[in-house]
């Protein structure tokens, strides 16, 4: 009976989430890759991928476990114990507005977890045979193109360009998925980026780039993983191995621990390096002891060297892997697969009951030495033909205290060490707090982990992070990170330091409209740029302020309006930028056409001012470009959805700058002031 009255309380308090149950795919996105806009290492595809995945196969959390909510990342560790407390004590759900009767739950939480989740009565059997899930499984075709309209110097012969694209300018993409619930899933992927031949030259087979898989998640009781094809893997916190995607400083400020509970994941995405290509497992002994292993064969992208010896032939060396994944031109055709490349490795994972440990192996090892610069600040990177890493990682959740960390250990005896803790004293607030010490000659290639840079190596530093709700419409996070570098890096010819400070206000009125002020301090150190034998390194200043709302007409529109302001300082050298945008977006509940339109101006003096923008874009894409100099952008998408089986999409957008005349370098260089996009895209469900 006091369920009965639970249930009935929180349904007829649903409309304080009536507006946030239907969290679009982009809202989503935004949350998750704050703060990450200007890695450009980071695959954005590889998170819209996970998340429109979960959009069309929600977990049921009347039956799911931890593992699965785990592999949202979104929840802590303490909401998840206090949301399967919850459950055990009260049993199923009868509503997801339910969510607000669980402690330690927020409103903030529960709108991202709504879309992503279900109380339906789909109940996994693990007697169902891979042919039964083949044929009962949702069954996606996907066909897509883009190509800029303007012409590039790249696609031009002529005694000033003596370079040329192997092919054309349009992009080309194909997908074929299969998936049966959370626990089957095939793909089969062909791509062709622009300049890239099809079906000529160098490349005779057609697209430049195929991948697949097949992948088989909890099959049998015993057997939690199985991919053959391409796939990723995630070890501990990413000190040895991560190449999915990893969070770092985001809005979610407190949520640092990565998911350890994943080993093992199917690869469908277009990057051509952060993949492993063979076979990778996961058997559960018991119902405490996993243990995963992976295999891999496949050749990779580097610019090849050759130089003479003291024996008969020459030494042919790898200066630096290619990883754009282009091959347009001769120097990048001739660097495609240059490198074997093998890779093995497995991770011993023991669970108790609010805790785990694992031990985690890798090696690495390529046909060819890879030979860096003589740079100081290549002094202590990986050169060579293998690695080997092995590390301990470890998770305890004591009451509502979670610690975790990692320690990793390379060849050449170097160690990196990750420790983090968060507490969660209440639903009102939590706090975490990271440390990390890299050695400057630690070894790694595929490692993932927390930090100012990529490449966990050469960095010590402290973070702390806190978010507060304060009631029900208003939400404060912060966080500080310091950090030293002990060595030179790229641009930074001294030991170097720096700091920075986040903080978010968000407000919330009910599904009418929704606010947040947001802002950004950076002290980083960077060589001047002055061309002297002596390097001066100097401290330079990056501030960002935001003020963005979102406004609900009504079900069917909703407005965005964003200020952000930019401004860098050193000595002697202020700069500034300031970008204004307005997006219209219209999403009916029941009309095939939907769109999304964006206008912006930008005004940034360079490009240490530029500012970065997350962009609606066409189903499994993700965009983040820079707004500098001095220009405006638009854009619209346009979605038409007659049916559930099919779907179009078209996207144009354009850049123009009044003050510019020409766009570009080299064999990307335009020779006007503006670069129009154009993308389309087919989607078949069957």
């Not at 992503?116 to 169902?128: K, N, P, Q, R, W």
């Not at 640092?256 to 390096?273: D, F, G, M, T, W």
């Not at 983040?624 to 957008?653: C, D, H, L, Q, V």
């Amino acid at each position: 009976m006091a369920k009965i009255i639970v249930a009935l309380t929180f349904l007829l308090l649903s409309t304080i989430l009536s507006g946030q149950s239907n969290l679009g795919i982009d809202e989503l996105m935004e949350k998750y890759t704050e703060s990450l806009e200007e890695n450009d290492d980071i695959d954005f595809n590889l998170i819209r991928e996970k998340f429109e995945f979960f959009l069309s196969n929600p977990i049921n959390l009347n039956k799911c476990d931890k593992e699965e909510l785990r592999n949202l990342d979104i929840l802590s560790e303490q909401q998840i114990q206090s949301f399967f407390k919850y459950r055990t004590k009260l049993g199923k759900l009868y509503s997801l507005y339910e969510l607000q009767a669980i402690p330690l739950f927020d409103l903030n939480t529960i709108s991202l977890l709504l879309p992503l989740t279900t109380i339906g009565s789909f109940e996994y059997d693990y007697h169902v045979s891979l042919l039964k899930m083949i044929a009962k499984s949702k069954k996606i075709l996907l066909l897509k193109s883009n190509s800029v309209v303007e012409q590039k110097s790249g696609y031009l012969s002529n005694d000033e360009n003596p370079t040329k694209y192997a092919g054309n300018k349009y992009a080309l993409y194909s997908k074929l998925k299969m998936n049966y619930s959370n626990h089957f899933d095939l793909a089969f992927i062909a791509e062709k980026d622009p300049g890239e031949s099809f079906f000529t030259g160098y490349n005779k087979s057609g697209f430049d780039y195929y991948s697949g898989h097949i992948f088989l998640y909890k099959y049998k009781s015993w057997l939690k993983e199985l991919n053959l094809g391409d796939y990723t893997v995630s070890l501990g916190q990413g000190l040895i191995l991560h190449n999915d995607f990893s969070r770092g400083k985001s809005s979610l400020v407190t949520n640092l621990k990565k998911n350890a509970s994943k080993v093992i994941r199917p690869y469908s995405s277009v990057n051509e390096n952060m993949y492993f290509r063979g076979i990778g497992t996961t058997i559960k002994f018991s119902k405490n002891l996993e243990f995963s292993l992976f295999g891999s064969y496949k050749y990779i992208d580097a610019n090849i060297e050759e130089k003479p010896s003291d024996f008969e032939n020459s030494l042919i060396y790898a200066s630096s892997l290619q990883l754009s994944g282009f091959h347009r031109l001769e120097s990048e055709i001739e660097g495609k697969h240059s490198i074997e490349e093998r890779a093995f490795g497995s991770r011993i994972n023991y669970k108790f009951k609010n805790a785990y440990i694992g031990v985690n192996f890798f090696r690495l090892i390529h046909d060819k030495e890879l030979v860096r610069q003589n740079k100081l600040y290549n002094k202590y990177k990986f050169s060579g033909n293998s690695l080997f890493n092995i590390s301990l990682d470890y998770s305890l959740l004591v009451k509502r205290i979670l610690l975790f960390g990692e320690i990793a250990r390379s060849k050449n005896d170097a160690y990196a060490i990750l420790q983090g803790i968060q507490y969660v004293p209440s639903s009102h607030l939590d706090i975490a707090i990271l440390y990390r010490n890299y050695s400057k000659s630690y070894e790694s290639i595929n490692s993932n982990s927390f930090g100012e840079t990529v490449g966990t190596n050469n960095e010590e530093g402290l973070y702390m992070g806190l978010n507060w709700h304060i009631n029900n419409k208003w939400t404060l996070s912060l966080y500080q990170d310091i950090w030293k570098f002990p060595w030179f890096r790229y641009n930074i010819s001294s030991p170097s330091y720096g700091n920075e400070y986040f903080a978010i206000l968000k407000y919330k009125k009910r599904h009418k409209y929704s606010l947040y002020f947001q802002y950004k301090y950076e002290n980083k150190a960077r060589d001047n740029g002055n061309k002297s034998f002596t390097k001066i390194t100097e401290n330079g200043n990056k501030t960002r302020l935001r003020f963005h709302i979102n406004y609900k007409l009504n079900k069917n529109w909703e407005l965005r309006n964003r200020i952000e302001l930019s401004r860098y300082s050193k000595p002697k050298n202020t700069s500034k930028g300031i970008m204004i945008y307005q997006d219209i977006i219209f999403k009916p509940v029941q009309f095939p056409l939907s769109f999304s339109f964006r206008y912006a101006i930008f005004d940034t003096d360079n490009y240490n001012t530029a500012i970065y923008v997350y962009e609606n874009d066409i189903l499994g894409e993700a965009l983040i470009p820079a707004y500098f100099k001095k220009g405006f952008r638009s854009y619209i998408n346009i979605r038409y959805r007659p049916n559930t089986n099919i779907s179009t999409e078209i996207r144009f957008a354009r850049w123009y700058y009044p003050d510019e005349v020409q766009l570009g370098s080299g064999t990307e260089k335009i020779n006007t002031n503006h670069k129009t996009d154009i993308k389309i895209q087919l989607k078949l469900n069957f």
